[in-house]
């Protein structure tokens, strides 16, 4: 009997390993699908991670380049004032100069006419004068008047001609100082509209990555929608295993159970039958008792778990430099260009200038204009940086700077107020 109840323990037992390990499998395939599905989910959301930041990168980028645009057509608004001003003051010099021109016309005219008439009428007019004159002395007095009539002629048309040419000169340096600002404008104008192109491509960037970006989290939108099916099928195969490891248990204590009640109905017949043959009508009750003791014998025993429970400046650095800077005068202007003796641009002018004395100054007249301390133009000494918008040039006192200017004019010097000051920085 006993070996019956275990074969029959060992036949429940046979009868649900198959279904633990079809659920198994369901199981496996189900996890497996959901790490896919959760490497899908962490690549995608590493992607997003990446175009959220190449998307604030080109934010940060718009929005220098904006400022760097905002400054460049405040410098065009100012440049095109000058040119303005600057043509108003060609327009007074052109006037001066024509009126400096007539008189000198209508004195030479003047002229013209007192030596035609004293040649032609000079024998006779000499001839009068000595006879009414009374004295040699009253002779030499009228001969000293005739010179210096001639004197104050000339003198006059010296004088006269001295202006025109100083207006000329005033005229032609303004013409070349208001060529140098339309040269300027248009150079600001054209960068002006290469900043603005530069900015509609990063937006356009923007918009790529805002499509990239709702592109991405709906992707993963699918592998989260993905991983919560694939999670819930393995919480349903998890207690559709929990409760079949119940009923597992629960039938192989029944069978148990069953078996032992068997065995101890099988011990107890065979007791009883073998007391009946030996002692006949004899009490039976102790071997009965022996047999209840026999089966508490396996009794249970308790188990214990532990538990565990921001100076003046140094001004004569500041003329050092000056006079350093001016070294260079008439070395020629190129766009982007660092070199003092091949060329350089405004800013790479000053950089350089300043390079040589230990000072490390930013590229562009943009930053520079931000660079080292700001000063009045009234307390502006040697050495200062002056900031035009767009432009820079190396105060060297006198109310001059020095400057690489432009293609046509290279490095100069010219008057420190030739177009308006935004800002002057000092940097020793």
Do not use: W
């Amino acid at each position: 009997m006993r070996k019956r109840g275990f074969l029959l323990l060992m036949a429940l037992i046979l009868t649900v390993t198959p279904a633990v390990e079809a659920a198994a499998v369901t199981k496996n395939e189900a996890q497996k699908q959901k790490n896919e599905a959760q490497e899908k989910l962490d690549a995608v959301n590493d992607s997003i991670e990446n175009i959220e930041e190449n998307r604030e990168a080109v934010q940060d980028e718009i929005a220098t380049i904006d400022d760097q645009l905002v400054d460049l057509l405040l410098t065009v608004d100012l440049i095109t004032d000058d040119i303005s001003a600057k043509q108003d003051e060609i327009d007074a010099a052109q006037a001066e100069y024509e009126e400096a021109k007539r008189l000198e016309e209508e004195q030479y005219e003047s002229m013209k006419r007192r030596i035609k008439f004293m040649y032609e009428r000079g024998d006779r007019k000499y001839i009068e004068m000595f006879l009414q004159s009374d004295s040699i002395a009253d002779i030499i007095n009228k001969a000293d008047y005739v010179e210096l009539l001639y004197e104050y002629d000339r003198q006059m048309l010296l004088s006269y001609q001295q202006t025109k040419e100083e207006e000329a000169q005033i005229k032609a340096r303004l013409e070349e100082e208001k060529d140098e600002l339309t040269e300027m404008q248009e150079e600001y104008v054209s960068e002006s509209r290469r900043l603005q192109e530069l900015i509609d491509e990063k937006k356009h960037s923007l918009e790529d990555f805002d499509a990239q970006l709702t592109a991405a989290k709906e992707k993963a939108g699918e592998y989260q929608e993905q991983i919560k099916k694939q999670t819930a099928v393995l919480k349903q195969i998890e207690a559709e295993e929990a409760a079949r490891k119940k009923a597992e248990e629960e039938a192989r204590k029944k069978a148990e159970a069953e078996a032992k009640r068997k065995a101890e109905e099988e011990s107890k017949k065979k007791k009883e039958k073998e007391n009946n043959e030996d002692n006949g009508n004899e009490d039976d009750n102790d071997e009965p008792a022996a047999s209840q003791n026999n089966g508490n014998s396996g009794g249970s025993s308790e188990e214990s778990s532990g538990g565990g429970s921001a100076s003046p400046g140094d001004s004569a650095k500041g003329r050092e430099i000056a006079e350093f800077a001016c070294r260079y005068i008439g070395n020629p202007y190129v766009a982007g260009g660092t070199s003092l003796t091949e060329g350089c641009d405004c800013s790479g002018f000053t950089s350089a200038v300043y390079s040589n004395f230990g000072y490390s100054l930013p590229r562009n007249s943009y930053s520079q204009s931000t660079f080292g301390r700001e000063v009045s133009y009234s307390e502006a000494q040697p050495g200062d940086i002056i900031y035009y918008g767009g432009h820079v040039g190396i105060y060297i006192g006198n109310g001059q700077i020095v400057h690489a200017s432009t293609p046509a004019t290279g490095i100069k010097k010219s008057n420190a107020l030739y177009r308006s000051i935004i800002t002057v920085r000092r940097i020793v």
